[in-house]
């Protein structure tokens, strides 16, 4: 059985248009909802990944650093992918299905909206959207990366940053 975090990055700024997509950083809120789910997750071993997997864009790579420093998973077990920056969902099975089988337990920081269509696809469940440093653990009934299909999975954990602040 393989495990799969899927996360998708901290809420980004819009402040400047000129600012490229790709270049777009974290808002201060967004750093703060990371770490809000973060102190969540140090609490429990089954969100300790064997690696990171990230996007190089600048949003979804900041937030992967928040969460391996706030683990602290060091940097030996982080790794940028190309592919899942402006990804579909089959380009992310690719992504996935291109892992080392010795990795049993993947964090994956990403964008939506493939991100939601990628977990969709996973599961019988239906995310109408994976919001900003939320992280969706999935349970794969595989074995080897490769082996990765749609409905091969079930959600067993789902963190929002939502559920941290009072309805007050």
């Not at 201060?28 to 789910?37: E, F, I, R, Y």
Request: net charge neutral; hydrophobic share 40%; charged share 30%.
């Amino acid at each position: 059985m393989k495990k799969l975090f899927v996360v998708r990055h901290a809420k980004s700024s819009w402040e400047s248009e000129e600012v490229e997509d790709y270049f777009r950083p974290l808002k201060p809120s967004g750093v703060l909802d990371a770490l809000k789910v973060c102190g969540f997750l140090k609490r429990d071993k089954v969100f300790m990944p064997d690696i990171i997997l990230t996007s190089p864009a600048i949003r979804a790579y900041s937030t992967a650093l928040i969460f391996s420093k706030a683990l602290k998973i060091p940097e030996s077990k982080f790794m940028l992918n190309d592919g899942i920056y402006e990804s579909s969902k089959q380009e992310l099975y690719a992504v996935v299905k291109s892992l080392d089988d010795r990795f049993d337990k993947v964090m994956l920081f990403g964008h939506d909206s493939s991100l939601t269509d990628f977990v969709n696809s996973l599961s019988l469940d239906n995310l109408d959207k994976i919001p900003t440093s939320a992280v969706v653990g999935i349970l794969l009934n595989i074995d080897k990366w490769n082996d990765l299909e749609e409905n091969s999975g079930k959600i067993t954990h789902f963190v929002s940053p939502k559920q941290f602040y009072s309805k007050d």
